[in-house]
C-alpha cells in the first residue's frame, strides 16, 4: 500500500466529525483494493468488561452502533495481554477465522440481541490496532473480511500507519458527541426556563391543546398567531416536545432581531471566504435544527429577499451555504410564528403570498390572556413558584386575598409575559412577605382594545400595539433599553422593540413621541 493510500484514507477519516459518515468514506474507498467486508471502531471496556462496538461500515453504509459484546475470561485474559503490549508499542493483531475470540465474537453474533444478529457475519478473519493519543489507548480500529487468511504483512504495515488519523478522528468525535448530548441537555433546561409547561392546556388553551396534538406528530409546517407574550414560543416547545423529532433539537430564530444582511448566513450558513470576515465554515439554523424543529419566530419581519430563498428552500428541501456550490438537504420541521396580521401584509405587498401559503398549512390562533381570564389564578401560582425559584426564595410568598381578582380586571395588553413580569416585580418588592400586585399600571386599563377613530371600523393588532408602545415609551421618557426602559416595561428585549418601532413607523428619539 503507498503513500497515495494512506493520504486519501487520512482525508476521508477526517472528512466528517460523524464517524459513521466518515467511517463509511472510508470503506467505500478500500473496498476494491483491499480484503474487507467491514470496518470497526471498537473499545475495549475494562468496568464492566466487555468490547463495545462503537461504529461500523459495511456495503450497507456506515452506522454508530455503540452496542456492547461481552466476552469470556479467556478471551479477556488475550485481550488484557494485547493491550499492555500496545500501550508500548504498536502491535496490529491479526486474528483468522479460527481463533477463539473470532469463533467467540461469532458465537456472539449469531446468538445475541436481534439487532447483532442482523450483521448475518460468516465465518471471518480480521486485524486489530489500537488506536493511542499520547501513549493511551483510546480504542481499536479493525478490518474485518469474511474468509481466511486475507490478511499479510503489507496490510499490517498499513494499518500501523493508520493510527494518527483514527485516533484524531474518533476522539473528535466522541467529543463532538458528548457537546451534541449536553446541548441536547442544555435546550431541554432553556425549554424549562420557557416555559415546559402550558398553562391553561384544560381550560383557557384547550382548543389550542388539541389542534397540537392533532399537528406534533405530523411533519407539516405549523404557523402560530397571536399577540405579543401569549405563549407562541410555549406552544412551539409543545408541538416539538410532543413530535417524532423530540430527541432532535429546537432551534429558534428571531427573525426580527438578525440585521438583513447577516440572514443569508445566519439561517443557510457560510464556507470558509465566502465574504471578509467569514474565517472558517460555519452552520447555519437550518444545518444545526437538522432532525428536529426549526423555529421561526417574528417570520412577519423577515425581509422580502430572505422571504424568496425561504421558500426555495420550503419547495425544494434543499439549501446551500453562502459561497457554497453543493445543495444540503433541510432535514427540518418547519414552526413559524408571528403577532403580525399576514394577510394585510400580503395584500400590502410585505409578505409573499406563495410564502403564506406554504407555511399557512396548520394554522393556530393563540388567545389573549384577556379572553381567556381563567387561567391567570393559575398562573400566578405557576409564575410565583418558578420565579421563587429562580430567585433562590426560601419559601413561595401567597398573594394577599383579592390581590388575584384585581388582576382579572385588567385587560394585558402584554398578556403572559406582562403577568410573568408584574408577578416577578412583586416578588422583589415583597421580600417573601405576602404578594400585592400593585405596581401594575391601572392606567394600561385605558387603553380601550379599539383605538380607532373611525368606530365603524375595528383597529389592527399593529394599530393597537403602536398605541401601547408610543403610551410606554411617552412613560419613559423615549428610553428603550436598560433598566425601567420601554423595552424592560414591555417585556422584549430592546432590539425586537427598535425593529418593531422602526416597521410601524414610531420615531426614535425624545422629541417626537406623543400618544396618537
Ligand atoms: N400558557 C403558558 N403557560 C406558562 N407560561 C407561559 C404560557 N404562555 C406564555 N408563557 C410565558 O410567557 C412568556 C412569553 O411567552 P412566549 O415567549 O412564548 O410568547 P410569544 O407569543 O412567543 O411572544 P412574542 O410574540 O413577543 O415573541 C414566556 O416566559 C413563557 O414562558
Redesign the pocket.
Known amino acids: 500500500m503507498d503513500n497515495r493510500h494512506f493520504i486519501e484514507v487520512t482525508r476521508r477519516i477526517c472528512g466528517s466529525l460523524d464517524l459513521d459518515e466518515a467511517l463509511y468514506d472510508v470503506f467505500c474507498y478500500l473496498k476494491p483494493r483491499f480484503p474487507l467486508d467491514a470496518l470497526l471502531i471498537s473499545i475495549y471496556e475494562t468496568a464492566p468488561r466487555q468490547a463495545r462496538v462503537f461504529a461500523m461500515a459495511e456495503e450497507g453504509g456506515g452506522f454508530i452502533v455503540d452496542e456492547p459484546i461481552v466476552l469470556s475470561e479467556a478471551a479477556w485474559s488475550e485481550i488484557n495481554r494485547w493491550l499492555e503490549a500496545s500501550c508500548t508499542q504498536t502491535i496490529p493483531w491479526l486474528r483468522n477465522q479460527d481463533h477463539p475470540i473470532n469463533q467467540e465474537i461469532l458465537h456472539i453474533v449469531r446468538t445475541g440481541t436481534p439487532s447483532i444478529q442482523a450483521r448475518r457475519i460468516d465465518e471471518f478473519c480480521s486485524l486489530t490496532c489500537a488506536l493511542k493519543v499520547k501513549q493511551a489507548i483510546i480504542g481499536n480500529l479493525t478490518f474485518a473480511a469474511e474468509g481466511a487468511h486475507h490478511y499479510d504483512r503489507t496490510h499490517v504495515d498499513f494499518i500501523r500507519q493508520l493510527n494518527d488519523p483514527f485516533a484524531i478522528a474518533l476522539s473528535n468525535a466522541r467529543r463532538y458527541m458528548d457537546l451534541v448530548h449536553d446541548h441536547q441537555a442544555l435546550q431541554r433546561d432553556a425549554r424549562k426556563m420557557?416555559?415546559d409547561?402550558?398553562?391553561?392546556?384544560d381550560s383557557g388553551?384547550l382548543s389550542v391543546r388539541r389542534l397540537i396534538e392533532q399537528v406534533a406528530p405530523t411533519n407539516s409546517p405549523v404557523l402560530?398567531l397571536?399577540?405579543?407574550?401569549?405563549?407562541?414560543?410555549?406552544?412551539?416547545n409543545e408541538i416539538h416536545k410532543f413530535s417524532n423529532r423530540s430527541s432532535g433539537p429546537m432551534i429558534r430564530v428571531?427573525c426580527s432581531a438578525i440585521p438583513e444582511n447577516l440572514i443569508d448566513s445566519e439561517l443557510f450558513g457560510h464556507e470558509k471566504g465566502a465574504f471578509t470576515g467569514a474565517i472558517g465554515t460555519t452552520h447555519g439554523r437550518f444545518e444545526r435544527a437538522r432532525q428536529g424543529t426549526l423555529f421561526l419566530?417574528?417570520v412577519g419581519e423577515l425581509p422580502l429577499a430572505a422571504q424568496a430563498k425561504l421558500l426555495r428552500v420550503l419547495q425544494s428541501g434543499e439549501f446551500e451555504r453562502v459561497g457554497g456550490g453543493c445543495p444540503l438537504q433541510a432535514d427540518v420541521r418547519i414552526i413559524a410564528?408571528t403577532?403580525r396580521d399576514l394577510p394585510t401584509m400580503v395584500q400590502d405587498g410585505l409578505f409573499r403570498a406563495d410564502l403564506w401559503y406554504r407555511l399557512n398549512v396548520f394554522p393556530i390562533v393563540?388567545p389573549p390572556l384577556r379572553s381567556r381570564k381563567e387561567?391567570i389564578p393559575t398562573?400566578v401560582n405557576?409564575?410565583i413558584h418558578q420565579k421563587s425559584t429562580e430567585m433562590n426564595l426560601l419559601r413561595c410568598p401567597a398573594p394577599t386575598p383579592g390581590a388575584v381578582d384585581a388582576l382579572l380586571a385588567y385587560h394585558w395588553p402584554g398578556?403572559?409575559?406582562e403577568l410573568?413580569n408584574l408577578v416577578e416585580r412583586a416578588l422583589i418588592i415583597s421580600k417573601g412577605d405576602q404578594l400585592e400586585f400593585f405596581d401594575f399600571n391601572p392606567q394600561g386599563m385605558a387603553l380601550e382594545p379599539n383605538q380607532c377613530k373611525d368606530e365603524s371600523r375595528v383597529a389592527t393588532l399593529d394599530e393597537i400595539t403602536a398605541v401601547h408602545i408610543r403610551w410606554t415609551l411617552e412613560k419613559t421618557h423615549g428610553r428603550i433599553g436598560g433598566k425601567g426602559g420601554a423595552a424592560e416595561l414591555l417585556?422584549?428585549n430592546a432590539s425586537?422593540l427598535r425593529s418593531r418601532m422602526k416597521k410601524m413607523g414610531i420615531p426614535y428619539g425624545r422629541r417626537e413621541l406623543r400618544i396618537n
Open positions: 420557557v416555559g409547561t402550558m398553562i391553561g392546556a388553551l402560530l397571536g399577540e405579543t407574550g401569549t405563549g407562541k414560543e410555549v406552544v412551539a428571531n419566530d417574528e410564528a403577532h393563540i387561567d398562573m405557576y409564575f398578556n403572559v409575559r410573568q417585556g422584549l425586537t
